[in-house]
């Protein structure tokens, strides 16, 4: 009996020094987890602070850039449209309602002198005098004129102004899909909105728009939000440049979804000029008719390769074309040192190009390049 008493005592001893030994383990493993934990927050923290860093540049762009755009508010009248019952053809009765339309626009200096660049369609159809533009602090600027090209959806605004914080123009020839780029504009009247994104894709033509008289198009796509009223507001890089003007965008429910246009500012730039100086666009016109090419190799045979370039299938009689040289079967591969994508993409760039500046044109006829240089001259003349 007694031997079992000490069994049974040294048997409760070890269970006491075992208990004691597990909570030493688990407070151990407690502890071990809470340095770990620790360790990790002070991994993240460091990371945090590099991701920080990065997020300091665009809010450093955003400051910089603030201050160059204006919010554009434009009440228009348009026209009430009827549905018969007995045709169910939309008819207009004369009646006509009133709409308010805010948008967003950026400042930009010609000869010292400061200008509002923003899209047609966010002030089309409004009188003068209904047309608000405010800066970035709320102080309405006077309106002194406006300009404007339906083709390119561009307008201008003369402001009256050479004091005001004018844009830095980035170059848009230089993207790269996959850049960061951010959108500044006036969402459902929101004015300076600001959202992030990437270059998605460049060079989108042919987009069917609500704004059909869009002519010239060579979007870059963005996924940064773009939603009615960013119109006419600028597209930037993170270096403070505004590389677009936002123009539209592609939804089925009329908000963003994602896809979103904005004009390159290379081009958008060339026609702001000639508004400012001309009063409208002057296009251009080469005189040949062209359409898709097919690569070749040396040997004439078709290159496994991404078909470039636009083939001359007529010259125009007294033509630039006729008067440079270029001929029936000709392939023009590059125009003033741009790549030649297809034959949409030719007449774009011919349209836009200044009328009487030289510009080179690389060329491969019968299998061998060759360089021509062709002064163009304004379309309405050569019609």
């Not at 009430?80 to 169910?88: A, N, P």
């Not at 251009?284 to 690569?295: D, P, Q, T």
Request: with cysteine; hydrophobic share 40%; aromatic share 4%.
């Amino acid at each position: 009996m007694r031997s079992t008493r000490i069994c049974c005592t040294v048997a409760a001893g070890l269970g006491v020094l075992l208990n004691s030994w597990c909570l030493a383990q688990s407070l151990s493993t407690v502890s071990g987890d809470l340095k770990d934990r620790q360790k990790q927050y002070e991994v993240l923290a460091k990371e945090v602070n590099q991701w920080e860093e990065q997020n300091r540049l665009l809010r450093k762009a955003v400051r910089l850039v603030s201050p160059t755009v204006v919010h554009i508010e434009a009440t228009k009248e348009e026209p009430i449209q009827e549905v018969s019952l007995d045709t169910r053809l939309e008819k207009t009765k004369g009646r006509t309602k009133r709409i308010e339309e805010a948008g967003a626009g950026v400042v930009i200096e010609h000869q010292g002198r400061d200008y509002v660049l923003t899209n047609r369609h966010v002030i089309q159809s409004a009188k003068m005098e209904d047309i608000r533009v405010e800066t970035f602090d709320a102080v309405p600027l006077q309106i002194v004129k406006i300009t404007e090209d339906p083709s390119t959806d561009l307008a201008v605004i003369d402001v009256g102004r050479s004091d005001l914080a004018a844009c830095r123009l980035g170059d848009s020839r230089t993207l790269e899909v996959g850049e960061h780029v951010f959108a500044v504009g006036s969402p459902f009247g929101l004015n300076h909105s600001v959202s992030l994104g990437i270059v998605s894709a460049k060079g989108r033509r042919n987009l069917e728009l609500g704004n059909k008289s869009i002519v010239y198009q060579d979007f870059i796509q963005t996924d940064a939000a773009i939603n009615p009223g960013n119109s006419g507001g600028p597209l930037m890089n993170l270096r403070g440049e505004v590389i677009g003007i936002n123009t539209a965008i592609a939804s089925n429910s009329g908000v963003n979804e994602g896809i979103g246009f904005a004009i390159p500012i290379h081009l958008a730039i060339a026609v702001a000029t000639q508004l400012i100086e001309r009063g409208e666009l002057q296009r251009s016109y080469l005189g040949v008719s062209v359409e898709r090419a097919y690569n070749v190799d040396s040997q004439g045979g078709l290159q496994n390769q991404k078909a470039r370039g636009a083939l001359v299938k007529v010259v125009k009689p007294n033509s630039p074309a006729e008067t440079a040289g270029l001929r029936y079967g000709d392939i023009i591969l590059t125009f003033d040192g741009v790549s030649v994508e297809n034959d949409e993409h030719l007449v774009q760039m011919v349209g836009l190009a200044p009328v009487g500046h030289p510009v080179e044109l690389e060329v491969l006829r019968e299998r061998a390049k060759m360089r021509l240089m062709v002064s163009l001259t304004p379309i309405t003349l050569a019609r």
